[in-house]
């Protein structure tokens, strides 16, 4: 037989603590220890972070701007005349349009995501807490808005209202929302039947106080996952709609316009295509890694 374990004052203490720890950890401290021991996500942030840090002091450290022309470095190779990353066919230095180009497809899917977060939460969390004909109203218009074609509805705003550097961040955003809205009213339509909802309703706030103070912070999980994933996605419609022409303009540039132009030398020239193609390639493959992590650490089911 073996002797039963005896627990000295000492060791009782610290398995108390340790009791008293593991029930006060909150869900984020749980999700972002998960997130930290995913070394692809950490991986991930890191690039991201160098990447955007790039994109904002690069532009003042190039050793050209972005649209400097200079006619003796047309289709200029690598390291050739100070050009690290070779220059375009009108002499402009291809590392400087790559850092600028890179800030504007940052700026875009960050703005526009925020347009989409805003109207997204907003529209899902008024539409499942109210319910009834306020929801089929709502979800209808939503529903309107899915049937139409995603490209040919950007477009159509662009053309209708002008193309400007700011109207593409809020014709992407004011499209994007849609997804969000269905996934912040299924979402509401659950949280509002539970007790902290019941009980905010029985205290006498109103509607739109408890959807503000109860419901949307209890929505952040899906959300911070939905947005991280969101960001890529408006990067790539960025680049879709300025690889046909209807995104950013000339002289200025971004990753999208960088690539259409590259397309056209790809035989004299083919850094011009290959460098931008690299840069969108590792940012889109970091914004997903990090996506994927944050949804596996905040999944309740991994608690």
């Not at 690290?84 to 800030?103: F, K, M, N, P, Q």
């Not at 529209?123 to 808005?145: K, N, P, S, T």
């Not at 952040?220 to 690889?243: C, D, K, R």
Request: glycine share 10%; with cysteine; net charge positive.
């Amino acid at each position: 037989m073996t002797a039963p374990s005896i627990l000295t004052p000492g060791s009782r203490r610290g398995a108390a603590a340790m009791l008293r720890a593991a029930e006060g950890r909150s869900l984020w401290d749980d999700a972002r220890r998960r997130l930290l021991r995913n070394r692809a996500a950490v991986a991930s942030m890191i690039v991201l972070a160098l990447i955007v840090l790039a994109a904002v002091i690069g532009p003042f450290l190039a050793p050209y701007r972005y649209d400097t022309i200079t006619k003796t470095d047309v289709l200029a190779a690598p390291l050739v005349h100070g050009h690290l990353l070779g220059a375009d066919s009108l002499g402009r230095d291809l590392l400087s349009r790559i850092l600028t180009g890179l800030r504007v497809s940052l700026g875009v899917g960050v703005v526009a995501t925020a347009v989409a977060l805003f109207i997204g939460v907003a529209w899902g969390a008024i539409a499942g807490y109210f319910g009834g004909l306020v929801d089929e109203l709502m979800m209808r218009v939503v529903d309107v808005l899915y049937s139409l074609p995603f490209i040919f509805f950007v477009i159509i705003l662009m053309v209708t209202f002008g193309r400007n550097i700011i109207l593409i961040f809020v014709a992407i955003g004011a499209v994007e929302w849609l997804t969000m809205s269905r996934i912040v009213r299924a979402q509401t339509m659950s949280l509002k039947q539970m007790e902290f909802v019941e009980a905010a309703r029985a205290s006498g706030f109103g509607r739109l106080e408890i959807i503000a103070r109860h419901v949307v912070p209890n929505l952040l999980g899906p959300i911070v996952v939905y947005v991280t994933l969101t960001v890529p996605g408006v990067i790539l419609t960025e680049a879709f709609l300025s690889f046909i022409g209807m995104g950013v303009q000339e002289p200025m540039t971004s990753l999208g316009v960088l690539i259409n132009a590259g397309t056209n030398y790809m035989e004299l020239a083919p850094g011009l295509l290959i460098f931008p193609c690299l840069v969108m390639a590792v940012t889109l493959l970091a914004l997903n890694l990090i996506g994927d992590g944050l949804r596996d650490a905040l999944d309740p089911k991994d608690r």
